[in-house]
């Protein structure tokens, strides 16, 4: 028996030995061999890295006035701590934050990260969000009121398209950039959506830090353990002057306000002005726009579709992605080829009978024409008799060369996202096009010539394209590129990159032939089409107005193009009004008052403001350093967006044409000579099509070319 009991007792003292062994082996494996790797798994129960975002960079116009900056806003963020998010947490901040349930859930889904990395729900909330949330902040374990800079559009929806606006990163943006080998973006960053906010994100974005923070068992910050403080971004200088773009979106609207209390729908346009002895943008307005502002709340479901799903598009740069017919402002182009290659002299006369029968049935927009003519004569009056007969004798593929030259039908290389190349047409081209199913028939037929030598058929150009084209014209045939970024600087202030202009080419046009079309654009503004504006100005103003046909009805689109001053150029304007009719009155007077600003004959405007960080009311450089938001100062009121610039009232003329050099209301073609002839340019029948007005311009020629 006690043998048997001796047994036992050892196979249990066996069983306890091995019992503890496992046990202190197993202690001892993760006590020592895996020490480290648990000890992180323990402070990521217990600290929390939250990241700090950098400060975007300034944004300025080429006088110093900031139109770009950040403020500091209270940001709602949710932190998932592991174990899922309370659907009771996510009903009542949905509550609080005005938004709904779906909504939010969307929100999560989209900006999900890492594990206990936060996701941004809201930006620049207001003081009573903030206070219910503080108020129930035990309730709402996991969510995360802190100080970050937003984005501050100090004008409001000021030269909008250009700047562009910033949103958190979406899932295929990441992925675009990781397959460019750009990795250091992740889900939760801000990534800007447009314009130079895109085209420069990496100088603007700056460098984040970091804040190691310890928390409690509910997620709640006990204190920071460490700090790595974020750098900012790159600072840009545009080539932009803030009084000029001010000047030229209100002008604009103010054009879009006269048209349409004579009964006119127009609403779109587009202007642009250029230093024709450099290539810089001075300004560069597109309307309708948008307030980028909008960007730093909420975008729930509905606001989302009334920003994205408006019929007018305000995200659209009509300057660089609108592709237009050019009406009567392409005839330059041709009188510049026509020249040059001989088919006519600056002496030689045509006679217009307001009719024009040598291919097929035309009509001038002066329907009992406008008598003998020479080359000067008949761009002062735009008449379409001469011109036909100008396309009739060079060809199309001749005047496509020439104009190739001007930079139609090819983009101009801004830096600024998105450009079209719009569309120069050729033999050649419709060849391709009828091979890609644009168009019916591949032959070029006489009457289409025609139409393009007048600015109308399958011309279709951009309204940079145009501005580019009139400084070539005005500097004596050097095309520079255009460009809108001057200078970028780091925090230190050391430049990091500066533009300088550059030469495209220069076109094959002699000083003498040039100087002959200058006379011809000199002529509109001061006996011509443009005269009721421009007689006895103080600035000597070349120019050219331009009605183009659309196909849709009666809604042809308005054009003036000009330089100044005429004998030694400084800028060039181009001004587009889609719907605005006769370009003598929806554009010309929109170049005047940039013209009146430039020259300094007329009152600086004033701007509204927004945002918290605006510099002040009127457009004026700042003193002392660059604004920048300071995360940690207390984050001023949110404010509303901002409210429409006032229109400035353009000098108002002393009296309308009524010499019949450009007509109240278009007359009306025979029965048999196809479309009504507008002002200025009529395809007048024949087998060109006309060029849709918006995004609608075909491929371009070439061996690049593409359905």
């Given at each position: ?115 206990f990395e936060p996701i941004r729900i809201a930006s620049d909330i ?156 001075l300004a560069i307005a597109s309307k309708p726009s948008f307030d ?416």
């Amino acid at each position: 028996m006690e043998r048997e009991l001796e047994r036992r007792f050892n196979a249990l003292a066996l069983l306890v030995v091995f019992v503890f062994t496992v046990l202190f082996g197993r202690l001892g494996y993760l006590q020592i061999i895996r020490r480290e790797e648990y000890q992180r798994l323990a402070d990521g129960n217990r600290i929390r890295l939250i990241p700090i975002p950098a400060s975007r960079g300034v944004i300025y116009d080429r006088n110093g006035v900031p139109i770009v900056n950040s403020r500091p806003a209270y940001t709602v963020s949710l932190i998932p701590l592991g174990q899922g998010i309370d659907p009771q947490v996510l009903d009542r901040l949905a509550s609080i934050l005005g938004m709904s349930r779906a909504d939010l859930d969307q929100l999560i889904k989209e900006r999900q990260g890492r594990p206990f990395e936060p996701i941004r729900i809201a930006s620049d909330i207001t003081p009573e969000v903030y206070t219910k949330i503080e108020e129930d902040r035990y309730e709402l374990p996991g969510v995360v009121v802190d100080v970050q800079p937003v984005r501050n559009y100090v004008y409001g929806d000021f030269a909008s398209q250009v700047l562009g606006y910033v949103r958190e990163i979406s899932a295929e943006q990441l992925k675009t950039l990781e397959a460019k080998g750009i990795t250091d973006y992740k889900m939760g960053d801000l990534y800007g959506q447009m314009g130079i906010e895109n085209k420069l994100d990496q100088y603007l974005r700056g460098q984040a830090g970091g804040r190691q923070v310890e928390v409690d068992s509910l997620g709640r910050p006990i204190r920071i353990v460490g700090e790595q403080k974020p750098v900012p971004g790159d600072d840009v200088t545009l080539t932009l002057d803030a009084q000029l773009q001010l000047v030229a979106e209100q002008a604009l609207t103010e054009s879009f306000k006269k048209l349409q209390a004579q009964g006119s729908d127009a609403n779109a346009g587009a202007v642009v002005v250029e230093d024709v002895r450099t290539g810089q943008i001075l300004a560069i307005a597109s309307k309708p726009s948008f307030d980028p502002n909008i960007f730093n709340g909420i975008i729930t479901t509905d606001l989302y579709n009334q920003l994205f799903n408006n019929p007018l598009n305000p995200f659209n740069n009509r300057v660089l992605t609108g592709t237009f017919a050019p009406g009567s402002t392409f005839k330059m182009a041709v009188a510049a080829a026509a020249l040059q290659e001989g088919v006519v002299t600056p002496s030689e006369i045509i006679t217009c009978t307001g009719q024009y029968w040598t291919i097929a049935p035309k009509k001038c927009w002066v329907p009992t024409g406008h008598g003998p003519e020479n080359i000067v004569q008949a761009l002062q009056n735009s008449c379409n008799v001469f011109f036909y007969e100008m396309g009739r004798r060079l060809g199309p593929d001749r005047i496509a060369s020439y104009a190739s030259q001007f930079g139609f039908g090819q983009p101009t290389g801004i830096d600024l996202p998105g450009e079209r190349a719009g569309t120069l047409p050729s033999t050649a081209w419709k060849e391709q096009a009828a091979k890609a199913g644009i168009v019916s028939d591949g032959r070029w037929w006489p009457a289409e010539t025609l139409d393009m030598a007048i600015g109308q058929g399958f011309d279709a150009f951009t309204p940079l394209q145009l501005v580019n084209y009139v400084a070539t014209l005005a500097n004596g045939g050097t095309r520079y590129q255009p460009y809108l970024i001057q200078q970028i600087r780091d925090a230190s202030g050391k430049v990091v990159m500066e533009n300088q202009p550059k030469v495209l080419n220069t076109v094959s046009v002699s000083q003498q032939n040039l100087d002959v079309v200058r006379q011809g654009m000199l002529a509109v503004a001061e006996q011509g089409t443009a005269a009721w504006v421009f007689k006895n100005y103080p600035i000597k103003v070349a120019g050219k107005t331009g009605t183009a046909e659309t196909g849709r009805g009666n809604k042809n689109n308005g054009w003036f193009v000009a330089y100044a001053p005429f004998d030694k150029p400084e800028i060039a304007v181009a001004v587009l009004v889609e719907g605005g009719g006769h370009g003598s009155t929806s554009g010309a007077p929109v170049a005047k008052a940039i013209f009146d600003q430039y020259f300094h004959l007329a009152p600086a405007p004033q701007a509204s403001t927004t945002g918290a960080a605006a510099a002040a009311t009127a457009l004026t450089p700042p003193d002392g350093t660059a604004l920048r938001a300071q995360t940690a100062v207390t984050p001023a009121q949110p404010t509303q967006p901002a409210q429409p610039v006032q229109p400035i009232q353009p000098a108002q003329p002393t009296q309308t044409p009524t010499d019949g050099n450009e007509p109240a209301s278009p007359p009306v073609a025979p029965a048999g000579a196809g479309a009504s002839a507008p002002a200025e340019s009529s395809s007048g029948g024949g087998n060109g099509a006309a060029a849709p007005a918006e995004g609608g311009g075909l491929p371009p020629p070439g061996p690049g070319f593409s359905p």
